[in-house]
Every structure is written in C-alpha cells, then in structure tokens.
C-alpha cells in the first residue's frame, strides 16, 4: 500500500475561505471586525516567525490584529497587566501569548491570566479542563486542526485505536482529550512508553515529539492513518517532521506531509478560535 497524502495546505484553504465570510457577517453585525492581540517576548527566531504569520494571515482574513513584541527582560507584573489591559478591552476577542516565553516568566500563571473567553489557544486551565470533561470550549489549535484533517478525509474515529506520541500541553494531551471525546480508544505516549509496541496496533498515529526519524515504517499497522506534527530542522536546515516519510509512505493509508500537512492547519484553527470567541463574547 502507499499512503495518500492529507493535504493541509488546501484544507487550511479552504477553511480560511469559510471564515472570510464570517468575519464579514460579524463585522456587519458589530459594526467592527473580529479582533486578536498576539504577545511575543523576547527574541526567540522561530516565535518571530510564527507571530508573523499569525498577524499576516488574520489580516488578510479582515481580522484586527495587534502585536505586542516586549523585550526578553519583561517582568512578570508587566506581561500580567499588559494582559489585563487586553482582558479588559472591548474590541478584542482572542489573546495569545507565544510560547516559550523567556525562562524568569512563569508560564503557568501568564497563561491563567488570561480571560478564558479570549484564550484562543485553549492553554488556560478552565478550557483545558472543560476539554478534558468533553465540555465545549476554545481547543487547542494544533489538535483541533489534526481532527478537522481527519473530518476533512471523512475518517470515522469513533472506535479507533488511536496512538499519541508526546504529552506535551500544546499538542499531546489536547490531542489525547478530543480523540477521547471522538470515541476513539486512546493510548498517550512518551519517553517512558514502549511506543512502538502501541502504534503497531494503532489505527491513528499521531506523532507530536519533535524528534526527526522517531517513527519508521515497520512501527505502523498496514493502512494507518499517521498525522505528523513534528516541526524539526533537518540537514541544511530543511523543514522535517517525527516520520521517515518514505517508509510510512509505504505502509500508512494516509500520511500528512511536513511541510504542507498540520503546519498550515494550526494558524487556519487560530482564526477559527478567534472568530468563534468572537461570536461568542458577542452573543452571535
Ligand atoms: N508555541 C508553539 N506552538 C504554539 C501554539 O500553538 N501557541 C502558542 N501560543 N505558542 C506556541
């Protein structure tokens, strides 16, 4: 067998374009757009990159969007009332703050400080918990964007094995919860799992580790469905994913491509989150 290949890319497309029209019949309703406040500290390269991205493609939706770059030497009182400002402002509707944050932030606390409402990202304890009790809520962007490639393929989850790798809060334990609430049945691994006795049972194969090469061909069933989330700089710094491409190639039904498979999903989710906090904080 040889895999098809999820397209993120146009998914991501297309999912842009259903939003454009949103955005309109909001800014129609409230005599304003939608609006995201995106907060950046400090100067790691690959945090400037993705905010970049952020802003350029909410604007190219018709969202406001505002950047507040701080420096690395950023107190915690500072970045704390910078947000409540944020909380405290009508015409915005998603606050994110970019991870990782400098290592004197406490993270924890920045992400709580956010107003739950607002918190695009779903990192705040409240939608993380409320995703975890299967409760509707702002979903991380990441794994939001993997189930809606896996709708996208008319992929029925319910039933399934499904085999997370990595257990971060970004990725894998949102990914974990909404598998869970898709009536998949879930294995979450990590460091200390023995991950390929899982995914060689596993019907979803969703790798969120960052480690190039993790995943070979013969650690996935036949006819797999493996999503890769992996974000790594291979040689000549080239954009590469968790997979050995070429071997899963051959082994999974489905495969997503690194680049052009979850990359482009996670910041169509983010304008998704925003317009839905949006509609939400305005009772549309
Ligand atoms: N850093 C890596 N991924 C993310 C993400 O999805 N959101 C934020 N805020 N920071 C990140």
Same mark, same amino acid.
């Given at each position: 067998?040889?895999?098809?290949?999820?397209?993120?890319?146009?998914? $991501?497309?297309?999912?842009?374009?259903?939003?454009?029209?949103?955005?309109?019949?909001?800014?129609?309703?409230?005599?304003?757009?939608?609006?995201?406040?995106?907060?950046?500290?400090?100067?790691?390269?690959?945090?400037?990159?993705?905010?970049?991205?952020?802003?350029?493609?909410?604007?190219?939706?018709?969202?406001?969007?505002?950047?507040?770059?701080?420096?690395? /030497?950023?107190?915690?009182?500072?970045?704390?009332?910078?947000?409540?400002?944020?909380?405290?402002?009508?015409?915005?509707?998603?606050?994110?703050?970019?991870?990782?944050?400098?290592?004197?932030?406490?993270?924890?606390?920045?992400?709580?400080?956010?107003?739950?409402?607002?918190?695009?990202?779903?990192? /705040?304890?409240?939608?993380?918990?409320?995703?975890?009790?299967?409760?509707?809520?702002?979903?991380?962007?990441?794994?939001? +964007?993997?189930?809606?490639?896996?709708?996208?393929?008319?992929?029925?989850?319910? +039933?399934? *094995?499904?085999?997370?790798?990595?257990?971060?809060?970004?990725? +894998? *334990?949102?990914?974990?919860?909404?598998?869970?609430?898709?009536? $998949?049945?879930?294995?979450?691994? /990590?460091?200390?799992?023995?991950?390929?006795?899982?995914?060689?049972?596993?019907?979803?194969?969703?790798?969120?580790?960052?480690?190039?090469?993790?995943?070979?061909?013969?650690?996935? *069933?036949? +006819?797999?469905?493996?999503?890769?989330?992996?974000?790594?700089?291979?040689?000549?710094?080239?954009?590469?994913?968790?997979?050995?491409?070429?071997?899963?190639?051959?082994?999974?039904?489905?495969?997503?491509?690194?680049?052009?498979?979850?990359?482009?999903?996670?910041? $169509?989710?983010?304008?998704?989150?925003?317009?839905? $906090?949006?509609?939400?904080?305005?009772?549309?």
């Amino acid at each position: 067998m040889v895999a098809q290949l999820i397209d993120g890319k146009a998914i $991501a497309g297309r999912q842009r374009a259903l939003l454009a029209g949103e955005v309109v019949a909001f800014a129609n309703a409230m005599g304003r757009p939608p609006g995201i406040a995106v907060i950046r500290a400090g100067e790691d390269p690959a945090s400037k990159i993705y905010v970049a991205s952020k802003k350029r493609t909410a604007e190219s939706l018709g969202l406001n969007s505002w950047e507040h770059a701080l420096p690395e /030497h950023t107190t915690q009182a500072e970045l704390l009332s910078l947000i409540a400002g944020l909380n405290a402002q009508e015409a915005v509707d998603g606050i994110l703050v970019q991870l990782p944050l400098p290592k004197h932030l406490d993270t924890h606390s920045v992400l709580r400080a956010v107003l739950p409402q607002k918190d695009v990202d779903g990192f /705040h304890p409240m939608n993380a918990g409320s995703l975890f009790q299967g409760k509707p809520t702002l979903v991380p962007c990441t794994p939001l +964007g993997v189930m809606k490639m896996l709708e996208e393929i008319g992929y029925k989850v319910e +039933g399934k *094995r499904a085999v997370v790798i990595g257990r971060s809060n970004i990725v +894998g *334990r949102p990914m974990a919860a909404l598998l869970l609430n898709a009536s $998949a049945s879930v294995v979450l691994c /990590h460091s200390k799992s023995d991950v390929r006795a899982e995914t060689l049972r596993a019907d979803i194969v969703v790798s969120a580790v960052g480690v190039a090469g993790l995943l070979r061909g013969d650690w996935i *069933r036949e +006819g797999a469905v493996v999503v890769d989330v992996g974000m790594n700089r291979g040689e000549g710094g080239k954009l590469c994913g968790d997979v050995v491409f070429e071997e899963v190639f051959q082994k999974a039904a489905w495969l997503t491509p690194v680049p052009g498979g979850v990359g482009p999903m996670t910041i $169509a989710m983010l304008m998704h989150n925003t317009v839905q $906090a949006a509609k939400s904080r305005c009772k549309l």
